[in-house]
């Protein structure tokens, strides 16, 4: 039974993420958070192939989320931004950036509709995208490691959403 629901609309971007496992885990967070759908992006693995198949390793992980929340994909992710942005989303990039801001100050002052965009987890996300997106937020790191696993860092981005 889910206890809490997101306040607002919640959308996730997916580009270029090398995993099947990290897109299932993605999934599943996103289910439980009550994200509304899932833009997959680039190179990214579906939860289906082209026959419609179900993708193994995906399904492993998503445990069925990946039945559950509606999901699309599209090859070029800034068209993706630069339509969620037309329907009124504020598009946030979470990436260490110049212009990037500790997301619990950020999450204090937000909208209505949001789209989280999640980068690759060796590169993270290009300059382009970031350029795209309305604002960028990072997840501070107290230890020697510089980045999180990508679907950790969706975890703790989408909960604080809650």
Known sequence: ?????????VVVVLPDIRSSYNIGSIFRTSDATGVSKIYICGY????TDNFNRPQKEIAKTALGAEKRIPWEYKM????????????GFLVV???QDERSITY?????????KIAIVFGNEVEGLSK????LCDAVVDIPMLGEKE???VSVSAGIILYELI
């Not at 990214?44 to 939860?47: A, D, E, L």
């Not at 382009?128 to 350029?131: L, R």
């Open 93 to 95: 990039a979470v990436e």
């Open 44 to 47: 990214s693995p579906c939860p």
């Open 128 to 131: 382009k995208i970031i350029a």
């Open 104 to 112: 619990k100050k950020f999450f204090k002052k937000r909208g209505n």
């Open 1 to 9: 039974m889910k206890s809490k629901k997101l306040k607002n609309e």
């Open 147 to 149: 980045s999180l696993n």
């Open 76 to 87: 070029d992710v800034q068209r993706v931004i630069k339509n969620l942005k037309e329907e």
